[in-house]
């Protein structure tokens, strides 16, 4: 047999080669397509590995942003979260679509100073109170003679001859909402934020709004309200205002909750649960 020429093996060399340098790409491919993959989570398993997202939106004087976020509701829930040890990241969310990524539930979430209702509990998780608001008050134009200083809220709320202004989505406490629902007001809805109300109050596109006392004395102090314009209308039944909560999705653990509730305890003893 004649011996095999050279040029063979170097053909046979050339070939495993190849052979060689496709497969440790394939394998490099394979990996870096693996770790991508793992790298690239859906968003509700990265909020696992990071801050909980909590939203919130501008209402003075219980949200503010700017170069700081903070509030009479953001001030406590920070602190909360931090007591918690558990990292927190502030996103600013218009209020309608805080409830709308709570009840989808695709992500860690939470939302900032919700009222507690029965269809929210449905498919929110709740933290103790955070905050108790002082009473409701309506705000209303200087001139109106259908609004006394102090008022009863059913006799306010069967005058024929006011216009009660409404948040769409917002809950005005149980005692509000009850007797809004039951009494049936002339009423128009807005998804405007407070400053705006009271320019269709002024205007005359409604006739008064309800607010917390916080925020009524912290707009019409403002700058931007001229004195003398509004006033404040108190009422003598109305009871001490809601409590605020944290309100976050299911796929908040249970245990971030416990966190948090401890947390909440530990700073607000007296602030006890409805």
Known sequence: MKG?????????GCVAAILLTLLIRSQIYDRQRNESAFSVMPAERQS????????????????????????????????????AGIPCAWQETPARRQLDIIERNEDESC?????????????????????????FVAVTRADNEYLAATETLDRVLQERRLQLLVKEGYSYGR????????????TITTTAENQNILKMIENYRADYSFMTEEEAQDLLTSPEV???TFRIVRFSDM??????????????????IARLDAAIRALHPALEDE
């Open 4 to 12: 095999i020429c050279p040029k063979y093996f170097v053909i046979l």
């Open 48 to 83: 696992k590995h990071g801050a909980i997202i909590v939203h919130f939106h501008q209402r003075r004087p219980f949200y503010i942003s700017g170069d700081k976020v903070h509030g009479l509701v953001i001030d406590p829930i920070a602190l909360a979260f931090k007591t």
């Open 111 to 135: 939302a900032a100073g919700w009222f507690k209702t029965p269809e929210r509990e449905a498919y929110a998780r709740y933290t103790l109170p955070i905050y108790q608001d002082k009473p």
């Open 175 to 186: 005692l509000i909402d009850e007797r809004v629902k039951a009494l049936a007001p002339r």
């Open 226 to 228: 001229e004195a003398g």
């Open 239 to 256: 009871p001490a205002g809601g409590k605020r909560y944290i309100i976050c999705s299911k796929k908040v653990g249970s245990e971030i």
